[in-house]
């Protein structure tokens, strides 16, 4: 995953409204819930099928930390599917997002002005078009090339024409991302 689909999962995460299980055990039950078998919460996890079963029973209380994280992650990804889903459609129909960034951004800029790539910290609000269409493109499986044009035809719009008031023939593009949050 890139910067832009790390942003979004963390951004996804920060709205649940209850936490996750904290114990290895609610959390394999959990997984057992979600994907039906413990063949198939092994495949998931890259482990045994006779581990999970250990998990699950208590037997085995400590994972090594590569599995203690696959599980982790695998009990975020699909924690509170609804509560996820109904956030990233109020961002994409009404609120939009806002991103927070430090990057470098280039510049094609009409003869006489400057085209030097510059190091930017920004914070903007995006509207909900640029949040429906990286959603939209993370479902169709985008990379973080295409997901970066997207935040930087936002910003561009938004930030720097200022909503279509100056800077008239300015294209921009990420270079260089250092840090980039996103909320939504």
Do not use: C
């Not at 959390?27 to 699950?56: C, D, H, M, P, W």
């Not at 930017?120 to 990379?143: C, E, K």
Request: net charge positive; no cysteine.
């Amino acid at each position: 995953m890139g910067e832009i689909e790390d942003a979004i999962v963390r951004a996804d995460q920060e709205g649940f409204t209850r936490q996750p299980p904290k114990t290895l055990k609610g959390r394999i039950n959990f997984l057992l819930k979600r994907l039906g078998t413990t063949k198939a919460v092994a495949a998931e996890l890259g482990v045994s099928q006779r581990s999970v079963e250990r998990y699950r029973k208590g037997d085995r209380k400590t994972p090594p930390k590569t599995v203690a994280d696959r599980i982790e992650a695998a009990v975020r990804a699909r924690w509170q599917p609804v509560v996820r889903g109904r956030r990233r459609k109020e961002a994409a129909t009404s609120t939009g997002i806002t991103v927070e960034t430090r990057a470098r951004f280039g510049y094609t800029a009409p003869v006489g002005t400057t085209d030097d790539g510059r190091v930017r910290r920004l914070t903007v609000h995006l509207p909900a078009t640029y949040a429906q269409r990286l959603f939209d493109a993370r479902v169709r499986g985008a990379d973080d090339r295409e997901l970066r044009g997207i935040v930087a035809e936002g910003l561009q719009e938004v930030y720097f024409k200022d909503g279509g008031t100056r800077a008239d023939q300015l294209r921009v593009e990420f270079t260089d991302i250092d840090y980039f949050d996103v909320s939504f």
